[in-house]
């Protein structure tokens, strides 16, 4: 007899070797009938899988997370299986589950996109005949000649790269088709339900390297109902939408070439918004009592060598030889804002020293994963490297939370959530520093009455940190604010200030950047606010056009007048009809349009446009500059009135 402790704390003694499934069906029938696998120990299996031992058990559902990516493992297996049908000759080769649904790349596969319409077909047939699925152990050897004989060479060639020690591999069984896999899976087929879709094809180098051959890759979702799945494909609509390289061409914002792939072009309107952001960031860092620096952007070999990112990030940089010296591009601030914290001698009563820099950094990016702003190789980051004493460490941790959430709030992103990403298997520095920085940071947060979860593994590889996660308007989870905990780099480049004892002590150094990179920021906020920019950053706030060309002469006295006041107005003295300019300039997301007749010109009043209101009003000019000043000033930034 083995004990099996439920999620309850409940116990229960049962005969060895008893499933899982075997398990819930002892709890309720219910709970069995709905089974999808379960947690042993910590660790999914399938329901059918022998239990041997004692242990913790929970039952996978529909309600867990992990339900949701069984099921679409499943739904990558069925869509494999209907491709070897219609297609004979592809051969399967990778298909994991990704963020919101899952993949498979196959050799040998020529479809259009049209084609998936009927492989979806062969999916619902394969779903309908509710195959079990079912686990079996092989010697590797012998699954390694096992799909050799059926002519699935990549499949063999992922047995024969595994680790010398692994000599068993798992493969699953549906009907007449066989997978290398470890699982765990839907009891059957059956259980996939209808509420799927194969969503589009691409291309794929086998294993990500273009020197491999080049494979087609088929994207699919799966939910567990189809209301849900309707919510996901409306949700991808209104994504289309509000794509931000589509809004960047309609708004005139900025532009990608070839001659600089992963590199901005941005257009006057775009580098007016992206300025501005600047500004914002800059008044805001200001008044929390933070300076301003600039370092170089390329730097020897020898400083990144001493940083530890030559080791660890060597194949992310851009370097160049001059005079037979190697230099690299800067990938990171840091040590930049290192070496001028470290001029001079500091006294603790000079901390912490908030040290920020709007650094332009250069990352290499595969060229298949570029994406708009979203994911570039040239990018600006809003940094910042605070020095404090151990005393201070935990103060300053919660004044740069509340500072980033309150930087977000500004910009309407206000469902944040937050992660602490602790120490990864190839790090710098001790355990001993690793404890008391991931403690810290921890501290801090439940101080503050935030809640955070546990991303293991995921910190940079000199310290540990909480990234910010942001829910857009259609909700969408976008990684975006850093803050990083560092005794490392002051220890490598032997940072130290003066205590009240008169002794040198290692400051703590801690990273921070609140938008992230200002490219990545401006995409995921284009597409958070569909283009609608608030007045305040919009870079043309508004556009002034007359009904004929008589009011010209006074379009350019309004315009004048507003340009003084600090508002961003332009005209539009085209020989256009007005409606025609109205629906243009709505198109590009300008804010607000003015539109001066002979009354309004007579009177020294404009007629008010908002974008996305059909509603009109007729104001004096004196009053609508007023207006505009007041609305033009950053948020949460104290001014002199």
Not at 179 to 197: E, M, N, V
Not at 456 to 477: M, N, S, T, V
Request: a negative charge.
């Amino acid at each position: 007899m083995i004990e099996i402790e439920l999620p309850d704390g409940s116990k229960m003694s049962v005969e060895a070797g008893i499933s899982g499934l075997d398990v819930a069906g002892k709890i309720s029938e219910g709970l069995a009938k709905n089974a999808l696998a379960v947690a042993f120990n910590g660790k999914l299996q399938d329901v059918y899988t022998p239990l041997t031992t004692s242990g913790t058990l929970s039952i996978i559902t529909s309600k867990n997370k992990e339900g949701l990516e069984i099921l679409r493992h499943t739904a990558s297996h069925i869509m494999a299986q209907a491709v070897q049908k219609l297609y004979p000759h592809a051969q399967v080769t990778i298909g994991p589950v990704v963020e919101n649904g899952f993949y498979y790349d196959f050799d040998g596969l020529d479809i259009k996109l049209e084609d998936l319409a009927t492989i979806e077909k062969k999916m619902a047939e394969i779903v309908a005949a509710d195959y079990p699925i079912r686990r079996k152990m092989m010697k590797r050897d012998e699954a390694e000649a096992f799909f050799l004989k059926r002519g699935e060479k990549y499949k063999a060639e992922i047995i024969r790269d595994l680790p010398a020690e692994i000599q068993e591999v798992s493969l699953y069984e549906q009907g007449d088709y066989v997978d290398l896999c470890r699982g765990p899976h839907l009891p059957s087929t059956g259980k996939l339900g209808k509420a799927f879709k194969l969503m589009k094809l691409a291309g794929a180098y086998w294993r990500g390297d273009n020197k491999n051959k080049m494979l087609t890759r088929i994207y699919g979702t799966a939910f567990f109902n189809e209301k849900d799945l309707k919510a996901y494909l409306t949700m991808l609509e209104e994504a289309e939408k509000r794509d931000h390289r589509k809004l960047g061409r309609e708004m005139d914002l900025f532009h990608f070439e070839e001659y600089a792939p992963g590199d901005v072009f941005w257009h006057p309107r775009g580098w007016t918004f992206f300025q501005t952001l600047i500004n914002y960031m800059r008044k805001r860092q200001q008044a929390a009592g933070y300076v301003e620096i600039n370092t170089p952007q390329i730097m020897d070999k020898s400083l990144w060598e001493t940083s530890g990112h030559w080791n660890w990030y060597r194949e992310n940089m851009f370097t160049t030889t001059v005079e037979e010296k190697t230099f690299a591009i800067k990938p990171m601030n840091c040590p930049g804002g290192v070496l001028t914290f470290k001029q001079g001698i500091t006294s603790y009563r000079d901390l912490p020293q908030r040290i920020a820099e709007f650094g332009r950094v250069h990352r290499y990016e595969a060229s298949g994963a570029l994406h708009g702003l979203m994911r570039v190789r040239a990018f600006t980051q809003d940094d910042a490297h605070i020095f404090c004493t151990p005393e201070q460490f935990k103060e300053e941790c919660q004044k740069v939370v509340r500072f980033m959430l309150d930087i977000y709030k500004d910009f309407g992103l206000t469902d944040v959530s937050i992660k602490l990403s602790t120490r990864p298997d190839e790090r710098i520095g001790t355990d001993e520093i690793w404890d008391m920085l991931e403690k810290g940071l921890a501290e801090a947060l439940t101080d503050m009455g935030y809640k955070y979860t546990i991303n293991p593994g995921d910190g940079a590889f000199y310290g540990p940190k909480l990234d910010f996660k942001l829910h857009d308007a259609i909700g969408r989870e976008w990684q975006l604010g850093t803050l990083q905990a560092d005794l490392n780099l002051p220890e490598r480049f032997d940072v130290s200030y003066i205590g009240e004892d008169g002794q040198k002590h290692r400051p703590i150094m801690l990273h921070r950047a609140l938008f992230g990179s200002l490219e990545r920021f401006s995409g995921v906020f284009i597409e958070h606010c569909a283009g609608h920019f608030p007045f305040w950053l919009a870079p043309v706030q508004v556009m002034v056009m007359p009904i004929t060309s008589e009011q010209d002469e006074y379009v350019k006295q309004i315009v004048h007048k507003l340009q003084v006041a600090g508002i961003r107005a332009e005209s539009d003295l085209r020989n256009e009809k007005i409606g025609y300019k109205i629906r243009e300039h709505s198109l590009k997301k300008i804010p607000v349009l003015l539109v001066v007749g002979k009354k309004e010109q007579a009177d020294q009043t404009v007629t008010i446009r908002q974008l996305g209101s059909e509603k009109q009003e007729v104001k004096p000019l004196a009053d609508v500059i007023k207006q505009f000043k007041f609305d033009s000033r950053f948020p949460s930034v104290e001014y002199e009135d």
